[in-house]
């Protein structure tokens, strides 16, 4: 049973640059997450899908990202026109709602982005 | 709202000793749930426990044992005679039970250190 994989494990871009990162859930997961993490703080929610909808998106989220999921499987986060302030370990989890609730999320190594 | 608050941001024991990790959090919910995860070096989240907040019980794995105060809000964590393999930073995280995400909430962690 292989884990929450996700590529690249790191990016480093101009500013300015696009960037895509890929999260691929434990298979027959339905529910995928991403979250953002800063140097020495915790993990902060940016958005979430169950299957192929996104169904909650955090303020963090601004308007140069966005999340895909289009088959329900992996998922797709890309950053435009990056900034510094982009720089982060970007965690990708997933879960299954067919488990016992609250639904165990089960994360990736992530990709670490800096941007210069 | 909810946010969790980890005061020690870094712990240092030599090992063998016991070390107690705190985690208070805030929420207005009377149904919620209660996490910790490990995040050693290479950078992934482990998960450890996962505590309801009908369950006041405490529980012990192996060295490791969690203990929920309600009436404190607090969820701490203990790590009896603790080994260098610990060394990781600490996250205690918080879900809501009615947000229908079950997206979890970090606080900022703690970095154990268990020198030799």
């Known amino acids: 049973d292989t884990g929450v994989s996700q590529d690249p494990r790191h990016k480093i871009t101009k500013r300015g640059q696009n960037v895509t990162f890929r999260c691929d859930p434990i298979s027959e997961h339905n529910r995928l997450y991403w979250y953002r993490q800063t140097l020495g703080q915790g993990p902060e929610f940016l958005t979430y899908?169950?299957?192929?909808?996104?169904?909650?998106k955090s303020r963090l989220l601004s308007d140069r990202f966005s999340a895909e999921r289009p088959k329900g499987s992996f998922s797709t986060l890309e950053i435009q026109r990056t900034e510094q302030g982009d720089s982060a370990m970007y965690l990708c989890?997933?879960?299954?709602?067919?488990?016992?609730?609250?639904?165990?999320?089960?994360f990736g190594p992530g990709t670490r982005l800096t941007v210069t | 709202a909810q946010k969790v608050t980890q005061a020690q941001t870094e712990i240092s024991v030599v090992e063998k000793e016991d070390v107690t990790l705190d985690c208070v959090y805030e929420t207005r919910d009377t149904t919620y749930y209660l996490f910790w995860y490990k995040q050693p070096p290479s950078g992934e989240l482990v998960f450890l426990i996962r505590?309801?907040?009908?369950?006041?019980q405490n529980e012990i794995s192996g060295r490791y044992s969690w203990n929920f105060q309600k009436s404190t809000s607090s969820f701490n964590f203990t790590i009896t005679a603790s080994q260098v393999v610990d060394s990781a930073v600490y996250f205690c995280a918080l879900s809501e039970a009615l947000g229908g995400s079950e997206k979890l909430v970090f606080g900022k962690g703690t970095k154990l250190t268990v020198n030799p």
């Open positions: 505590r309801n907040s009908f369950d006041e």
């Open positions: 899908f169950q299957n192929e909808a996104q169904l909650e």
């Open positions: 989890a997933s879960s299954s709602t067919g488990t016992k609730f609250p639904y165990e999320q089960y």
